[in-house]
C-alpha cells in the first residue's frame, strides 16, 4: 500500500464519519480521483473488514458500525547485530555506505 493510497483512505475515512461522502462521482472529485479508484478504496477497507453501505436518502456512504481506522510506518535504524541477524554475515564500511559481507 503506498503513502498516497493511506492518504486517500484517511480521507475516505473522515468523510466516511461525517456521512458527507456524496455519491460516488461526488466522492470521487472530493478524493481527486476516478469513481473506480473510489469503488477500490471502499472494496480495499472492506476487504479489512469494514462494513460499509450507500444510502439514497443521506445521499453518502457511510459505516454500518463505529470504526476507528489507523495506519502505522514505522522506520528504525537496525543496530549492526540487527543486520546481521537479517542478512547473515558481518558488516563493513565501504566509502561511508554499509556492505554486508557474507
Same mark, same amino acid.
Given at each position: 500500500m %503506498?503513502?498516497?493510497t493511506i492518504k486517500k483512505l484517511q480521507q475516505l475515512d473522515e468523510l466516511l464519519k461525517r456521512n458527507a461522502t456524496g455519491n460516488a462521482k461526488e466522492l470521487s472529485y472530493k478524493l481527486g480521483v476516478s469513481r473506480k479508484h473510489v469503488y477500490n478504496y471502499?472494496? %480495499?477497507l472492506k476487504d479489512l473488514g469494514v462494513d460499509i453501505?450507500?444510502?439514497r436518502i443521506k445521499r453518502s456512504f457511510f459505516y454500518c458500525e463505529p470504526y476507528e481506522i489507523t495506519f502505522d510506518i514505522k522506520i528504525?535504524?537496525?543496530t549492526t547485530n540487527e543486520m546481521i541477524n537479517i542478512f547473515g554475515g558481518n /558488516? /563493513?564500511?565501504n566509502n561511508n555506505k554499509s556492505v554486508m559481507k557474507v
Open positions: %503506498t503513502v498516497k471502499i472494496n %480495499t453501505k450507500y444510502s528504525k535504524k537496525l /558488516q /563493513q564500511k
